[in-house]
């Protein structure tokens, strides 16, 4: 298999690890394992039912994933691939070991918010290191230099979004606010109100910029990224929706992790666009 199908494969199972770990935190069952790590519940192979089902099953997923990272790494050290190449699948083996200690980190932890949050974000850059990885012996495409440094800043939006939006999950802000106002305020009034707010306002600024370029790119005939930028602004706009629901439904599970997962394939959109694009 080649590289470039192998790191395809590698970018989604680590989008489902991602969604699947949004579920294993949403559904509370974090501590499926007990406060222990590698081993779960004081076993290799634990009981799999109820919550350790769910973390067991997360460990495993995450397994796989470590062993196709390590055979990708060894590919391309055995291909000669050029130093920068090197250089970046390097860094990719630093994320990920650094993903195992965070992950046991978050064991030992009990699920501090702010490890889980910076957890997901280090997922999301190794992810974005995969998508580079398959793409990266591609034809690129041709755009202007404006138009790279629009993707730079919307692919920063998305991230500071995401991870803003898991920050508030895990620390039970979701309904800090209504779908539509804080208690009637205009202004948020309390730290919880404040940090929904500004996801929303960060939300609502990644969709203003997403239609922005959309419109910007089918003024020009036939522009190679049109329709890149017309699935994410169909992806935005269900995002916007899975937002609403998910608070009108009280941060219900199913809502909760269709959040997640329309935001993080919003960014992989996104990224891809950004690492096929090159300048004029």
């Known amino acids: 298999m080649s590289k470039q199908k192998f790191a395809f494969i590698t970018v989604l199972l680590t989008y489902l690890l991602i969604v699947f770990g949004g579920y294993v935190a949403s559904s509370e069952s974090g501590m499926g394992c007990g406060p222990e790590w590698p081993l779960c519940n004081g076993q290799l192979i634990p009981g799999l039912q109820g919550d350790t089902l769910i973390e067991f099953g997360h460990r495993v997923i995450g397994a796989i994933l470590f062993f196709?990272?390590?055979?990708?790494?060894?590919?391309?050290?055995?291909?000669?691939?050029?130093?920068?190449?090197?250089?970046?699948?390097?860094?990719?083996?630093?994320?990920?070991?650094?993903?195992?200690?965070?992950?046991?980190?978050?064991?030992?932890y009990h699920l501090l918010s702010i490890i889980i949050t910076i957890h997901l974000l280090i997922a999301m850059i190794?992810?974005?290191?995969?998508?580079?990885?398959?793409?990266?012996?591609?034809?690129?495409?041709?755009?202007?230099?404006?138009?790279?440094?629009?993707?730079?800043?919307?692919?920063?939006?998305?991230?500071?979004?995401?991870?803003?939006?898991?920050?508030?999950?895990?620390?039970?802000?979701?309904?800090?606010?209504?779908?539509?106002?804080?208690?009637?305020?205009?202004?948020?009034?309390?730290?919880?109100?404040?940090?929904?707010?500004?996801?929303?306002?960060?939300?609502?600024?990644?969709?203003?910029?997403?239609?922005?370029?959309?419109?910007?790119?089918?003024?020009?005939?036939?522009h190679p990224l049109r329709y890149r930028m017309v699935v994410a602004l169909s992806v935005v706009i269900l995002q916007k929706v899975a937002g609403i629901v998910t608070i009108l439904s009280f941060v219900s599970l199913s809502m909760a992790v269709f959040h997640l997962a329309i935001g993080t394939l919003l960014?992989?959109?996104?990224?891809?666009?950004?690492?096929?694009?090159?300048?004029?």
């Not at 990272?69 to 920068?84: A, G, P």
């Not at 960014?267 to 004029?280: A, D, K, P, Q, W």
Request: proline residues 2%; charged residues 15%; aromatic residues 12%.
């Open 68 to 108: 196709m990272t390590v055979i990708l790494f060894i590919k391309i050290r055995k291909d000669n691939e050029s130093l920068f190449k090197v250089n970046v699948a390097n860094w990719m083996i630093g994320l990920l070991i650094l993903q195992l200690i965070m992950g046991a980190t978050v064991v030992f």
């Open 126 to 222: 190794f992810m974005a290191i995969l998508i580079w990885f398959w793409r990266s012996d591609q034809p690129k495409i041709n755009v202007e230099s404006s138009l790279i440094k629009h993707l730079n800043i919307l692919s920063i939006l998305l991230f500071m979004t995401i991870g803003l939006g898991a920050y508030i999950k895990h620390q039970h802000y979701g309904l800090a606010c209504g779908w539509l106002g804080c208690d009637d305020s205009v202004l948020p009034a309390s730290l919880p109100e404040l940090l929904q707010t500004s996801h929303r306002v960060l939300a609502f600024i990644v969709t203003g910029y997403i239609i922005y370029l959309a419109v910007q790119l089918f003024k020009v005939h036939k």
């Open 267 to 280: 960014f992989t959109i996104i990224v891809e666009g950004r690492i096929m694009s090159t300048r004029l």
